[in-house]
């Protein structure tokens, strides 16, 4: 099994890259703690590049491995005093070994799927939520990575933050509507409830859960992605990195991963 190409991705291709422009929000920008907070909310208004490696190890019957970068750029838009547009992208950068069959590799960039939020910029009683459409396009650069469809449905996602600890969920389904005629169409829900608790050193415990639900193939996956965070300065440069194991709890017949790994660095550029 080549793991050891999947294992330096881990450490060096690694993350979760995010800019922070925090045009309404008065907390200041540069404490640990708000910052921490802000980044545990995905419809915050802030500019935002991410980056996130997941590293799987261990599928199926050949024992393959997948590395999967998802570059995830955030960018909010006022448009009025009172609400934002929050748009979206993941654009996952995949390298596979030993998944379509025995000594096989494929890598290149899968399909992207971007969404746009509307929001109201200031949250109620710790409950913040935002609604709208969600994209699926076919920019697979391979057969094996790509749909070869494009696809749109509804997304949503909303959360709680109380005192140090933030709580929520994020949804969408997505049913494809063009594309290659000779592909399987597409329909997919994707499910991702979160919490994490934050100290007031800006470092955090949490986790996620990854459900994926294809209806077409009539198929569950299901990730657990528990992970620890800190906040620290590089120079004049703050930074959050995040690391934990991946656990594969729900997977097609012989798609089940033995173990898998994140690391997240994000990069936070106060206004």
Known sequence: MKTRNI????????GHFTVLNAQEDPAPANNNEDIAKKLANPI???VSVPFQNNTDIGIGPNNGSRNTMNFQPVFPIALNENINLITR???PVIAQYNITSVGSSEFGLGDAVISAFVSPKNSKNGLTWGAGPALL???GTNEFLSSQKFGIGPTAVALYQ???ITFGGLVNQIWS???NSNRTDVSSLFFQPFFVYNWKS???VGGNFELTQNWSGN???LWFNPTISGITSLGTQKTQFAVGPRFNLIAPNNGRADIGFRAVVIFVFPK
């Open 137 to 139: 396009v076919p920019t």
């Open 219 to 221: 198929n569950t996956t």
């Open 7 to 14: 294992l330096g991705l881990l450490f060096f291709a690694i």
């Open 162 to 164: 109380i005192n140090d």
């Open 89 to 91: 992208m993941v654009l």
């Open 177 to 179: 509507v063009a594309g």
């Open 44 to 46: 915050a208004s802030l």
């Open 202 to 204: 800006g470092a955090g």
